[in-house]
């Protein structure tokens, strides 16, 4: 089958609601997209894997960072933790744990502080990152999904089409850009990236990662992961989904693991086809 009828399929299929730890596209109607959009379809990417790293498989991965060789991580579920782990061999270095009323989300570095949001209880917190140490708390409205920034803005998701943007500082929204695919609203994106001018986005109970223009929020490209984790080690394929991105821009290598995934994997992107 080739991808474009399943991501197709995908994009008529999905729920245009978010729901408990959900994130993926959804599209507004079942029309088929105009000759023009037909002809405007972004580029699908595959993947070479260039090594395997092991990772905690009772981690719900939600957001992902790399730092010196050095993941922080946050995860959901209780209890819910943001944590330090060593590439190498997956040893968690540091965690702290979150009080058992808040679901861990999204979480991104910026300027030696992480940054990590709650799912739906309106709450974010700031952190040191060489040590875990809590630094202060804000709010912000609706719920909190996928965590990044471009150097001068964190760029949110929270389930609906739109990335909104905050001041690092006072964590303000200053603006919202609609992600769209062939003309279509894209909801429920999950962990996002930075990644040389575009946001990198999972897509919720899928294998695919969606690349973003932010100022347009135009799709610009599609990367298929399908088979990354063997079907034999996702005990539950509903819940145990690809999620977290990780990119080192200094040496140019590019992560990705799940949700209580045993693996992450460093990759190389193939194609375009």
Same mark, same amino acid.
């Given at each position: 089958? !080739? +991808?474009?009828?399943?991501?197709t399929v995908l994009l008529l299929a999905l729920p245009a609601s978010?729901?408990?730890?959900?994130?993926?596209?959804?599209?507004?109607?079942? @029309?088929?997209?105009?000759?023009?959009?037909?002809?405007?379809?972004?580029?699908? =990417?595959? =993947?070479?894997?260039?090594?395997?790293?092991?990772?905690?498989? /009772? @981690?719900?991965?939600?957001?992902?960072?790399?730092?010196?060789?050095?993941? &922080?991580?946050?995860?959901?579920?209780?209890?819910?933790?943001?944590?330090?782990?060593?590439?190498?061999?997956?040893?968690?270095?540091?965690?702290?744990?979150?009080?058992?009323? =808040?679901?861990?989300?999204? &979480?991104?570095?910026?300027?030696? !502080?992480?940054?990590?949001?709650?799912?739906?209880?309106?709450?974010?917190?700031?952190?040191?990152?060489?040590? &875990?140490?809590?630094?202060?708390?804000?709010?912000?409205?609706?719920?909190?999904?996928?965590? /990044?920034?471009?150097? /001068?803005?964190?760029?949110?998701?929270?389930?609906?089409?739109?990335?909104?943007?905050?001041?690092?500082?006072?964590?303000?929204?200053?603006?919202?850009?609609?992600?769209?695919?062939?003309?279509?609203?894209?909801?429920? &994106?999950?962990? +996002?990236?930075?990644?040389?001018?575009?946001?990198?986005?999972?897509?919720?109970?899928?294998?695919?990662?969606?690349?973003?223009?932010? /100022?347009?929020?135009?799709?610009?490209?599609?990367?298929?992961?399908?088979?990354?984790?063997?079907?034999?080690?996702?005990?539950?394929?509903?819940?145990?989904?690809?999620?977290?991105?990780?990119?080192?821009?200094?040496?140019?290598?590019?992560?990705?693991?799940?949700?209580?995934?045993?693996?992450?994997?460093?990759?190389?992107?193939?194609?375009?086809?």
């Amino acid at each position: 089958m !080739r +991808l474009w009828p399943v991501l197709t399929v995908l994009l008529l299929a999905l729920p245009a609601s978010a729901v408990a730890q959900a994130s993926g596209p959804a599209a507004p109607s079942s @029309a088929a997209p105009s000759s023009a959009a037909r002809a405007a379809r972004p580029p699908v =990417y595959g =993947y070479e894997v260039v090594r395997t790293f092991p990772h905690d498989p /009772t @981690a719900f991965t939600q957001g992902l960072v790399i730092r010196d060789s050095v993941l &922080l991580e946050s995860t959901g579920r209780a209890p819910s933790s943001v944590r330090r782990v060593r590439l190498e061999d997956g040893v968690v270095l540091q965690k702290h744990e979150l009080a058992p009323e =808040y679901f861990g989300e999204g &979480l991104t570095e910026i300027d030696g !502080r992480i940054v990590t949001l709650t799912w739906n209880n309106g709450v974010g917190f700031v952190w040191k990152a060489d040590d &875990l140490s809590p630094v202060s708390r804000f709010t912000y409205e609706g719920e909190g999904w996928g965590l /990044t920034h471009d150097g /001068t803005r964190l760029i949110l998701s929270d389930g609906s089409a739109s990335l909104r943007f905050l001041d690092p500082e006072t964590f303000a929204e200053t603006g919202r850009v609609a992600v769209t695919l062939n003309g279509r609203p894209v909801r429920q &994106l999950n962990e +996002l990236e930075w990644i040389d001018g575009e946001v990198w986005a999972n897509v919720w109970q899928t294998d695919y990662i969606v690349r973003i223009d932010p /100022t347009s929020g135009h799709v610009v490209g599609v990367i298929d992961l399908k088979g990354l984790l063997p079907a034999d080690q996702v005990k539950d394929p509903a819940d145990d989904v690809l999620n977290g991105i990780a990119w080192d821009a200094a040496n140019r290598r590019l992560f990705v693991t799940g949700k209580n995934w045993p693996s992450l994997f460093e990759i190389r992107l193939t194609g375009p086809r």
